[in-house]
């Protein structure tokens, strides 16, 4: 599964064995510019779809993000403890924010496509 992406502007990505890793996307670290800290939800909280469990502080503001999917958290990017400029640098990628089981079906997901236009109409 490639990435489905939420209108929040999280995305979500199967890496394998039941586990989806959970971001924010690239046009989203733009709107918040510089990000200063992250607070992360803790491994073993279960979340559901659209409920908030993180935050993210930029210089900006502090932003709520949503879980894309409800599940188990089963485990965060500790790395952004540290360095949650990583966002910035890498939001689709290294700057991860955490990884999350379930077997619930993912529901109003869009592809890449349809958050390139959503994002464009934005």
């Given amino acids: 599964m490639s990435k489905q992406y939420t209108q929040e502007h999280e995305w979500i990505e199967d ?32 979340v559901a779809q659209k409920e908030e469990c993180a935050v993210i502080e930029s210089v ?29 640098e890498s939001p689709e990628d290294g700057g991860w924010l955490w990884e999350m089981t379930t077997d619930a079906a993912a529901e109003e997901l869009m592809d890449a496509t349809a958050y390139a236009a959503f994002v464009e109409e934005a």
């Avoid at 064995?17 to 924010?24: A, D, T």
């Avoid at 900006?60 to 409800?70: E, F, L, N, T, V």
């Fill in 15 to 46: 890496v394998g064995n039941g586990r989806f890793r959970v971001g924010i996307t690239d046009f989203a670290q733009e709107q918040l510019g510089d990000v200063v800290s992250v607070e992360l939800p803790e491994v073993g909280q279960y």
């Fill in 60 to 88: 900006k503001a502090a932003s709520d993000i949503y879980a894309p999917i409800s599940g188990e958290v089963a485990a965060v990017n500790e790395t952004l403890i540290d360095n949650p400029g990583l966002v910035n």
